[in-house]
């Protein structure tokens, strides 16, 4: 069946297992298409700016993910875990005279946040947000059981690592997007359990490898032509690391070279029945990104080890019958419209904030509390009796079956996550009614701010001193800061020092990353009909799977 999106008026269809799944939730069908109600939820999910702010209970200087001029309160994360206060004493009784979404947002003016997302133990690792177990780490998010690592976003398991972007157990890796299990592996691109490699594209298994793409257990191979040992080993010797100018030209030489590659019609390992890209161990995924271990979902992203679950975006790890939530995890189950609960938590409708908390439904907050309304609490049976009037009054306001909405995100537009699947400009979000706030960084308290342009070349010749200056980023002039950690990780692995702030050089890694849309087109070769994330104006020869395990293997 087709409808027509409430959003952007493109028709979008609810198959009959959408149907069915929602039937088993017992929810109505969306009224926006797939693309819609992901950049809904991800409205509500600010990874990359970080601010300094007062904690409001203590007065402590904290660092949040909520900028200082934001109304409601927030404390520092031990507080909030700690009993100095009390979530239901904030409750209050539901009003059959207003709209549902009136008074939970009422409610969530008033109740403390979270300053950071962070799952304890943390050690050493202030900086860094929707983060757990990690250790000395600094500028990573949506990262976890982590070592030494710095900038970086969706980093797993992962040590010493810098500038990267979707990592899984790797580590000495710098400046890589999208690979699992390498090591010492710089400017790597889609490649897995790769080694003491450069410029790779594609590629499994290889080691000491140079500017190749789709090569599969190979050595000593420069510009995808087998070399000897002693003749690869002089190129590399002489292909100057250390230097800027050295490592940007040989970039731009890569992007154009490995731009028009073959390509495999998704980024897909070991999935089944299954419907959209970079998706591993995965059974009957439909129209999925970025999911791992998963069975049974649809419209999904970013999730591992989760089952039955549709329209969720972020994290998983035991986790069963959620719909339309973002940021839940850790053994939850049947879960609808949630945004960040985690922990245990089972059978929770609208809730925001809550933790280890079962049966609640519009509350934010709660820390192991069952039966509560509005923060309020109830026994069972008066509990499923206000809930189910409660359902019948949001659906009369057509407000029953939609998660928040995005002009209610605690949140900028361009805080939030969305910006970078859905990018607006300003004018473009304020005829939304979305609000947006503008890019003010701190004053540096440094010696002074070099234009990037005006490094030293060779990381051999950077001093010391440049712990205590800023560096104008080349592209936005912005300015940031070099800590210790990363200036010894660029000395050791000879590389040079960074012209590009954090969040630039975080887009320019985001720009390498396929969309989270499919196209149809015909593969290049055999003329079979595709839904693939490279969309029909890309460079690249795309073929489908069987075509392109036949030509490369």
Known sequence: MLKSCLQCGNQFEITNEDKDFYQMMDVPEPTRCYFCRMIRRISYRNEHHLYHRKCDFSGKNIISAFSPDKTFPVYDIDVWWSDKWDPLSFGREFDFGKPFFDQFFELRGQVPRLALQQQKPMVNSDYCHCASRNRNCYLVFSSNRCEDCYHGTWINESKNCVDNLNLLKCE????????????????????????????????MGCS??????????????????????DEFEEFIAEFNTK???????????????????????????????????YLRNCKNAYYCFECDDAEDIRYCMCIETANNCADYSYWGRNAERIYECQACGNDVFNLRFCNICWDGCRDLTYCDHCFSSENCFGCIGLKKNKYCILNKQYSKDEYSELAARIIEHMKKHNEFGEFFPMNKSNFAYNESLAIEHMPLSREQAGKLGLSWKDDIDEKPKVEKIIPAELLPDSIDDIPDDILNWAIECEATKRPFRIVKQELEFYRRMKLPIPHFHPDERHRRRMALRNPRRLWKR?????????????????????????CYLAEVY
């Open 522 to 546: 015909p593969c290049m070769k055999c003329g079979k009909e595709m839904e693939t994330t490279y969309a029909p104006d890309r460079q690249e020869i795309v073929y489908c799977e069987r």
């Open 243 to 277: 230097s800027f100018a050295a490592v940007r030209s040989m970039l731009e030489k890569m992007g154009a070279k490995l731009s028009g590659i073959t390509v495999k019609e998704n980024h897909a390992v070991n999935a089944h029945g299954c419907f959209g890209d």
């Open 172 to 203: 000495l890796c710098y400046e890589c997007v999208g690979c699992r299990e390498c090591y010492n592996s710089m400017f790597c691109l889609d490649s897995v359990n790769c080694r003491d490699s450069f410029f790779l594209r594609n590629c």
């Open 208 to 229: 000491n490898c140079f500017g190749c793409s789709n090569l599969h257990q190979k050595s000593y191979m420069l510009f995808n032509e087998q070399k000897p040992k």
